[in-house]
């Protein structure tokens, strides 16, 4: 069996949707003939743990864990202390803004960096029995990271980019210094890689440009048929919508919640309307759905969560009468594909997409699971919740169908997967 390094910062028993993909690779990979070794941090400064994914990593693989530096729990501690601060002039959010900004510019290319030296530093013997180098971002450290092991043995590299990096919204630079410097070595990395892949169509294409028309290949994200193994959903006895996940940078539930509250001041939905929230926003984030929960008066409507496990969440979204999506508005969250879509379709439950055109409302659209609107276009947002609460009194709300959906299966994923890397290491033989 032949071994890939995995360069993963974020893998159980951390949790959250940044874990995921790599996790699933590593868990089928042994059946298409690669062992995998994953180098990863013993205690990373993250704020989502989730220990029952531990069960999931397979026996023949070989976990590395190293020491770390972590900026990011120094980040959060002065976040709180700035947060109090800021509280007691009458200005929490401003402090929490001067601690962003801090972090941002102090930690190239992301808080993470401290991870570097102890990954190179352990990667270098790993390296020495691996075919070939896996790494996947964000976090960006991890590109650092295989692009030095790279340098350092001649293996071959494949890249993945879960998100873009100077083309993601979601990451702001302190300076036109900081994306200069980011722009340069984003490129190194594409230029660098054996083979580079994403998540989606758009982004691909939006790297290859980036790259100098460096081939880039798509593999989506996905769901795993195991992970629904045994989970039984409980029917709730009203019409209840279900966010799975969290807002934000520009991801906002302001547009959607403005237009459940018209619709519930006109009559078109009843007042037991439930809407359930699970995940864990940003502090900013958090402050602003908040506050517009008690804006719109939906203090009894919305049930907020928090963070669940993995399993717990699945059960959650397989229960709803019809799963929202919510997306930033913008051309550049065209490429966006959201772990949680893949889930979405499995669970055979209908989409309220909240999307900006792209790939999210182009594969909601081919797979039939249900109904997009520009996330900030709150009368198509209030069109939509009408017509399916329309099909939910009917009888009538529908998803997508297991046939169209197979191909998104975490297994036949990580065979495509596994193809790269038998032409990458029968390359270098």
């Given at each position: ?286 402050a602003i759905l908040n506050a517009s929960i008690r804006r719109y008066g939906l203090e009894k409507i919305i049930v907020q969560k928090g963070f669940l496990p993995y399993s717990e969440n699945l059960k959650l979204i397989l229960g709803a009468s019809v799963l929202l999506l919510v997306l930033h508005q913008g051309p550049e969250a065209r490429s966006a594909m959201t772990n949680k879509i893949f889930e979405y379709l499995r669970t055979g439950r209908p989409v309220l997409a909240l999307v900006p055109e792209g790939a999210a409302a182009e594969l909601i659209r081919t797979t039939k699971a249900g109904l997009t609107a ?56």
């Amino acid at each position: 069996m032949k071994k890939v390094l995995v360069v993963a910062y974020l893998f159980p028993p951390l949790g959250g949707v940044g874990v995921q993909r790599t996790l699933k690779f590593v868990k089928y990979l042994p059946q298409f003939g690669w062992q995998p070794v994953v180098l990863t941090v013993r205690r990373g400064s993250y704020e989502i743990n989730d220990p029952t994914l531990l069960k999931e990593i397979p026996e023949q693989a070989s976990i590395i864990r190293t020491s770390s530096f972590e900026p990011a729990g120094i980040y959060r501690k002065m976040s709180k202390f700035l947060k109090r601060s800021g509280a007691e002039h009458g200005n929490a959010s401003a402090g929490i803004s001067v601690a962003a900004r801090i972090n941002s510019t102090l930690f190239f290319p992301d808080d993470r960096i401290g991870w570097l030296p102890f990954a190179v530093q352990a990667g270098k013997k790993a390296v020495r029995e691996a075919d070939l180098i896996y790494s996947t971002a964000p976090p960006y450290t991890n590109h650092l990271a295989a692009l030095r092991l790279k340098n350092l043995s001649g293996k071959p590299w494949v890249a993945d980019f879960r998100d873009g990096w100077t083309t993601n919204p979601g990451v702001h630079f302190a300076s036109a210094l900081h994306r200069k410097l980011a722009v340069k070595w984003e490129k190194k990395i594409l230029h660098s890689a054996d083979s580079v892949i994403t998540v989606s169509d758009q982004l691909s294409e939006e790297l290859s440009q980036l790259g100098g028309e460096k081939e880039c290949r798509t593999i989506t994200n996905g769901y795993d048929e195991q992970d629904f193994a045994g989970i039984s959903a409980e029917i709730p006895e009203q019409f209840t919508i279900v966010y799975s996940g969290s807002f934000y940078g520009q991801r906002t539930g302001r547009y959607f919640l403005e237009a459940l509250s018209e619709l519930l001041r006109s009559g078109d939905l009843p007042e037991n309307v439930k809407v359930i929230i699970s995940g864990k926003s940003d502090r900013t984030n958090q402050a602003i759905l908040n506050a517009s929960i008690r804006r719109y008066g939906l203090e009894k409507i919305i049930v907020q969560k928090g963070f669940l496990p993995y399993s717990e969440n699945l059960k959650l979204i397989l229960g709803a009468s019809v799963l929202l999506l919510v997306l930033h508005q913008g051309p550049e969250a065209r490429s966006a594909m959201t772990n949680k879509i893949f889930e979405y379709l499995r669970t055979g439950r209908p989409v309220l997409a909240l999307v900006p055109e792209g790939a999210a409302a182009e594969l909601i659209r081919t797979t039939k699971a249900g109904l997009t609107a520009e996330p900030e276009d709150t009368e198509k947002i209030k069109e939509n919740i009408k017509e399916m609460y329309g099909q939910y009194t009917s009888g009538k709300l529908s998803g997508a169908s297991p046939e169209t959906i197979k191909q998104f299966e975490r297994k036949a994923l990580t065979s495509r997967l596994a193809e790269i890397f038998n032409a990458l290491s029968g390359a270098g033989k």
